[in-house]
Nanobody
């Protein structure tokens, strides 16, 4: 499955952004989807994940309440709505897909390219 993330940009602290990730190549609804991020000098970290049929969502604790993951299987797209952004949210954000192995939050099978999010103070 190929993944194409978009929607990153520069935003002021307290602002919002919505990231999108379009999938192609395989049946999108067969995959759990997730978002990760990597800040400069830091390791890549899990942000959020959603099951193939949207009945389960998972968040890193520090993002819970500020970020919302959702998906539209008819559009083969997963979204990450980010609010109350902080400078420490600055990172490259990556989408990921996993074929229901249970590893979407740890070691997903497929990765997209990243999209840069920069939050200014």
């Amino acid at each position: 499955v190929q993944l194409q993330a978009s929607g990153g940009g520069l935003v002021q602290a307290g602002g919002s952004l919505r990231l999108s990730c379009a999938a192609s190549g395989r049946t999108f609804s067969n995959y759990d989807m997730g978002w990760f991020r990597q800040a400069p000098g830091k390791e890549r970290e899990f942000v959020a994940a959603i099951s193939w049929n949207s009945d389960r969502t998972y968040y890193k604790n520090s993002m819970r309440g500020r970020f919302t993951i959702s998906r539209d299987n008819a559009k083969n797209t997963v979204y990450l709505q980010m609010g109350s952004l902080k400078p420490e949210d600055t990172a490259v954000y990556y989408c990921a897909a996993d074929p229901n192995t249970g590893r979407i939050a740890t070691l997903p099978m497929y990765w997209g390219q990243g999209t840069q999010v920069t939050v200014s103070s």
